[in-house]
């Protein structure tokens, strides 16, 4: 088992800046990816991106170049940086975990899920 914990959302203004952090701990050895995802209010939740580790981050189109996904191994945590915040940007984030491979844009395959953080972009 992998416990995730998600911390760092808030409320922000447009054009800011925010860092969530996600806390890996239990079988962190398994892991094979850890990405995020975001559920906007009434919409489906959404691929964000993916730190894998036989690769650099992957990300979706609508962040690529505003957000950057780090990992501290020694810490088990992965972080999403996130600048350039608009408000289509706010929802709940979650963070996600998988002991398989694939490219990890998906949610099938991931076994572990955090509980989410809310971030909120103001224009």
């Known amino acids: 088992q992998v416990h995730l914990v998600e911390s760092g959302g808030g409320l922000v203004q447009a054009g800011g800046s925010l860092r969530l952090s996600c806390a890996a701990s239990?079988?962190?050895?398994?892991?094979?990816?850890m990405a995020w995802f975001r559920q906007a209010p009434g919409k489906e939740r959404d691929f964000v991106g993916v730190?894998?580790?036989?690769?650099?981050?992957y990300y979706a189109d609508s962040v690529k170049g505003r957000f950057t996904i780090s990992r501290d191994s020694a810490k088990d945590t992965v972080y999403l940086q996130m600048n350039s915040l608009k408000p289509e940007d706010t929802g709940v984030y979650y963070c996600?975990?998988?002991?398989?491979?694939?490219?990890?844009?998906?949610?099938?395959?991931?076994?572990?899920w955090g509980q989410g953080t809310q971030v909120t972009v103001s224009s």
């Open positions: 996600a975990a998988r002991s398989t491979s694939g490219t990890g844009y998906a949610e099938q395959g991931y076994h572990y």
């Open positions: 730190w894998r580790t036989d690769s650099m981050g």
């Open positions: 239990g079988r962190t050895f398994d892991i094979y990816a």
